[in-house]
Nanobody, 126 residues
Framework: QLQVAESGGGLVHPGGSLRLACAAS????????MGWFRQASGKEREMVAC????????HYEDGAKGRFFISRDNAKRTVTLQMTSLKPEDTAVYYC???????????????????WGQGTQVTVSS
């Protein structure tokens, strides 16, 4: 059974950092496009960053560029989202998702991703 599970959320002050991890089971992360999404209260789910399968491109949404960094550890079957310079508007439930495709991960909208975790809450507040 293919599954992903997030960890690492929590409460952080503005300007702080958090590291989210996505652990995959039942598949190899390098064979899938892996994305991080978030959904704030009352808002639609949006992509934050994604990493394509194989040697494909990494993509960041505008709000994440320069502050968030996505990486993949094939041996550990994990995908990490390092978040720095956090702002209150980054507060949301963060989700990891996987899509079995050889195309660039940013070519897909969230509903096209196949496997989703339960989400982890990130709260940025003083």
């Amino acid at each position: 059974q293919l599954q992903v599970a997030e960890s690492g959320g929590g409460l952080v002050h503005p300007g702080g950092s958090l590291r989210l991890a996505c652990a995959a089971s039942g598949f190899r992360v390098e064979h899938f496009g892996m994305g991080w999404f978030r959904q704030a209260s009352g808002k639609e789910r949006e992509m934050v960053a994604c990493i394509s399968s194989g040697e494909g491109p990494v993509h960041y949404e505008d709000g994440a560029k320069g502050r968030f960094f996505i990486s993949r550890d094939n041996a550990k079957r994990t995908v990490t989202l390092q978040m720095t310079s956090l702002k209150p508007e980054d507060t949301a439930v963060y989700y990891c998702a996987a899509i079995h495709s050889g195309r660039g991960c940013a070519e897909y909208v969230s509903r096209e991703y196949d496997y989703w975790g339960q989400g982890t809450q990130v709260t940025v507040s003083s």
